[in-house]
């Protein structure tokens, strides 16, 4: 699979620009179901149990709090028993078709970045002291006693 360079503005404060930060992303769409990927994952909370959180909510048996948590898949890293992920080298390098990377973290635009990044946040989850459920593997429970 193909790489390229994507770049963006960053301002400070004020609004100043300040400089340009850059991504290494994998061109994922190059990726043959079956061959490059066997499935694509994406983690996503069922309705269900965020309506039935909310009805418990409103019981007053538990305290709800929601997190965004903005994703950075290049700090999971690739499991050692998971087949070696490839790629060649993002345009601008010299004799770039002799080579290719083999990935030891997760990039965006690979397929199977998500799962190893929902693998990465649910081990931090459960050290923290959340229980995962498994009903819906995206909602983590902590729970502390009355005082």
């Known amino acids: 699979m193909d790489a390229r360079w994507t770049y963006r503005k960053k301002h400070d404060e004020n609004g100043n620009f300040t400089k340009y ?5 994998a061109k994922g769409f190059t990726q043959i179901l079956g061959v490059n990927y066997f499935e694509s994952f994406s983690p996503v909370a069922s309705f269900v149990t965020i309506w039935t959180l909310f009805a418990l909510t409103a019981l007053q048996m538990f305290k709800v709090y929601q997190y965004d948590v903005e994703v950075a898949f290049i700090q999971s890293t690739i499991d050692s028993n998971h087949p070696p992920v490839y ?3 993002a345009e601008g390098y010299e004799d770039r078709r002799q080579y290719a990377y ?3 973290k997760h990039l965006y635009g690979v397929k199977d970045s998500p799962r190893g990044w929902s693998k990465l946040f649910s081990s931090v989850c459960l050290t923290c002291g959340f229980s995962q459920l498994n009903s819906d593997e995206c909602v983590f429970v902590e729970i502390v006693p009355n005082t």
């Open 87 to 89: 790629c060649a080298p």
């Open 21 to 25: 930060r850059s991504r290494l992303v």
């Open 102 to 104: 083999q990935l030891h």
